[in-house]
């Protein structure tokens, strides 16, 4: 099955710096792959996805790139400002819909005023 | 765009009892369902896949016995903690899929037995 490894666990920015979270996964099959914010007690949030016929996406200050040659894929928060800060989750599947997803173990993301 | 409803948010039972955690699609036809389990400061978990009128499939050491899950129609997915102990204290998450919508989480179910 598929394998998700996220760096870094932690990652502590000032306000206005940017912040890189990396993920990488195993199935040369999984086509897409989304990325997740995580409040206190809430469900994951969407905040950006991209499936495999893209190199990147970007929506405001969010971007996401892969690589699927070297299977692995970042998210690129810039001008990070304090409600950035949650726990940010990777995740990759192979068959959008009906396989579940298969997620990183997590970013705790802390943006200092 | 998709909604996804979970409930109860917070549940507290005491030890033996039986939960049960309502996942709706709201605005959607949930063609598949899953349930995840997320323990503190850990990433989410998948317990099983559901689809509409048929059996669950559960992820290996997830018990079915004792986490029943039925997804009998295509906008309602329950989850029901049977005999519940104290270590099945966690977060219950369900996600939903259907149509253009992707994955759409629920708000989760802090379930907490004592």
């Known amino acids: 099955g598929e394998n998700v490894e996220q760096h870094p666990s932690t990652l502590s920015v000032q306000e206005g710096d940017s912040a890189v979270i990396k993920c990488t996964y195993s199935?040369?099959?999984?086509?897409?792959f989304p990325w997740y914010k995580q409040e206190l007690g809430k469900g994951p949030q969407l905040i950006i996805d991209?499936?495999?016929?893209?190199g990147e996406k970007k929506d405001q200050r969010i971007a996401v790139t892969l690589n699927k040659t070297a299977k692995h894929f970042s998210l690129h928060i810039t001008e990070t400002q304090p409600e950035d800060s949650a726990v940010y989750f990777c995740?990759?599947?192979?068959?959008?819909?009906?396989?579940?997803?298969?997620f990183g173990s997590g970013t705790r993301l802390q943006v200092q005023p | 765009g998709a909604v996804v409803s979970q409930h109860p948010s917070r549940v507290i039972c005491k030890s033996g009892t039986s939960v049960k955690i309502e996942c709706r699609s709201l605005?959607?036809?949930?063609?598949?369902m899953f349930w995840y389990r997320q323990f503190p400061k850990q990433s989410l978990m998948l317990m099983a896949t559901?689809?509409?009128?048929?059996?669950?499939?559960?992820e290996q050491g997830v018990e079915k016995d004792k986490f029943l899950i039925n997804h009998a129609s295509l906008t309602l997915s329950t989850l029901t903690v049977t005999s519940a102990h104290p270590e099945d204290s966690s977060f219950y998450i369900c996600?939903?899929?259907?149509?253009?919508?992707?994955?759409?989480f629920g708000s989760g179910t802090r379930l907490t037995v004592v």
């Open positions: 559901s689809n509409e009128g048929s059996k669950a499939t559960y």
């Open positions: 991209i499936r495999s016929n893209v």
């Open positions: 995740a990759a599947t192979s068959d959008t819909g009906r396989r579940a997803l298969t």
């Open positions: 199935d040369s099959a999984s086509n897409y």
């Open positions: 605005d959607f036809q949930a063609t598949t």
């Open positions: 996600s939903a899929t259907g149509g253009l919508y992707g994955y759409t």
